[in-house]
């Protein structure tokens, strides 16, 4: 089996899905001659040409509403937004439109497409590309969420995202675009959609993790583990639908929770795994669950490295979980 | 020009320089000798600065850089013709017209540097400076954003009856955003006193204009906003100078907003994390090394006998020296303390920042800053 980073696991998958199916299309800015700002797309405009390979203009709100038309007629639309960060200018389209295209047409219009975003920190990206903004989407009503951490992972999602028939936000996480690799199967293979996978099985506390922070979450882990505590960390590649069963199935087993996100944590995507946890397996808890996030400001350059939930902000936190 | 009235939009490139060198006159800004000394130096000290900064981003000392090489003239240019009440709302890629308008240049390296001392407390990317004092603007990555503001800012100057005029700067990819569009949009409607300036240096990233507009002419977007629109040669100092005054003089007199379109060239990568190599080929960027907007401008000042090769090496020298010696004080100061971090995202912290900031400065640290 060829051994991949995300970067190749990526281009991968969209390589095998369009030569398979002629309706994909690729758009966005700087993803055709020159393949992507960080090289997801190269090779794919000299394989497939101009028509499915396209350089837009610079307008992030052009390239999703272009690209919800083309979903509308038939085809399969794969925009990219060169960051996370630039999304918001598409942000009514898949806000007010995308999300709800089946619904407000009585199932008439389904509306299917990839939208594929770099997400997350430690790159020195400053305020403008590092945000990783999966709570803004989570909270939209018909959009699917995604984050795979591993090469792996990330071609099997990508097709199944693109088999899905709903909208999907694909979220790579580009601290790790490179230094995640691993063995990844040639041609065709799905990784469910909704299926966590557990990274490392534990009995004392359950830690939630994705993307780049499962790393973090996984060296954190095996320091707890050297003073006694043992963590099962879940990765949840998947994040909205989430795999509820596989939280519970945790939980249930550990009785203690540590969600670990890059996002700050007011309503970040921890608050809803927390409140889930509570809502569904309380009498199973034996300590309070416990967040570690980014904080509740921008998104800083120099001090990234502090702001970031790493190891060494999750290993205190996983001591005193399994100690309460 | 002055057949070119800043009513209508033409399609005829203003220029001062005459291919044989000597200038137009009427066009001539009618610069002083001093003023085109300094003028010339400004230039030369920013790209000395571009090419130190590029070299100290290949050695690992900064993070990044966003250069303005081939682009000095639109952007140094366009600076110069504001008046000292005027205002700038920022790109990315102004630096050298920041420090022109008093941006210290021991701050703005500050900035690349992201210490302690940065105006933005180490909070944004190099090149993403602020500087207030030099009624000079915040600059966000996001392309586009500034422009609705730089209407809004000159709105409100006339609602307040002050005369201060904002030109913002932008690029030839960004007319395509939403927000340029909304911009000139209002400043049509509102008739506010604003200055857009386009750099059409070719490029966006790796896609070339021909992929961000059909229209012939990046000014010609002005007519359907009631802008009228005025291209300029940009890298001819002076042709930036005249045509940027007229639109400031305009803008004052209430008579509204002009759109520049200034065709220049990127001649360097997008910045230091961009390859240009693999999307554009070296010999579209031959011509554009011939039409050097500094080189061109020494030809100018040599004929006029107002710059002589001891000036030059004595300027190269003392930029070169500046720079080193604000890099030397840059890279010697710390970075931003801890709690910085929780600053500036209100005027107080409410409680639940309190919490974090004491909970980051309780816990460890990360075990490196990079
Ligand atoms: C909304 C948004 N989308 C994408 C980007 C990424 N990006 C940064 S600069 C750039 C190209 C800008 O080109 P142009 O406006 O011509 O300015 P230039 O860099 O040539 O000066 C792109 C696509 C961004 N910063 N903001
Ligand atoms: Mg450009």
Redesign the interface.
Known sequence: MPQMNMVQAINDALRVAMKKDDRIVVLGEDVGKVGGVFRVTAGLYDEFGDDRVIDTPLSEGGIVGAAIGMALYGMVPVPEIQFADFIWPAYDQIVSELAKYRYRSGGEYPCKMVIRTPVGGGIRGGHYHSQHPEAHFIHVAGLKVVCPSNPYDAKGMLLAALADPDPVLYFEPKRIYRAAKGDVPEGEYTVPLESASVAREGRDVTVIAYGAMLYEALDAAERAAQEGVDCEVIDLRTLWPVDIRAIEASVEKTGRLVVVHEAPRTCGFGAELVSLVVERVFFHLQAPPRRVTGFDTPFPYTLEMEYLPLSHRILPALLETARA | MDSQPLTETHDEIVRVLRDDGTPDPAVDPGLSTEELRKLYSAMVRTRVIDERLVTLQRQGRI??HIGSLGEEAAILGSAFALRERDWGFPCYREFGAALLRGLPLQRFIDNMF??ANDLVK????PD?YTCRQARWGSI?????TQMSQAVGFAWAARLRKDDAVALVYFGD??T????FHVAMNFAGVFRTPTVFFCRNNGW????PVE???ASRTFAGKGIAYGVPGVRVDGNDVLAVIAVTRRAVERAARGEGATLIEALTYRVGGHST??DPN??RDKKEVDPWLERDPIERFRRHLGRLGVWSESDEDTLRAEADRQVREAIAVAEKTA??Q?E???ED?FADPPW??VE?RAE?LR????????
């Open positions: 993070g990044f992201g210490n180490g909070r944004q990317m993403h966000s990555s996001p392309i586009g990819g960004s395509s955003s939403n927000e966006a990233i790796s896609v992929r961000q507009t994390s961009d693999r999307y970075p931003p801890l910085t971090l929780f995202v639940h920042l974090q980051l816990g460890p640290r990360a075990p490196s800053a990079h």
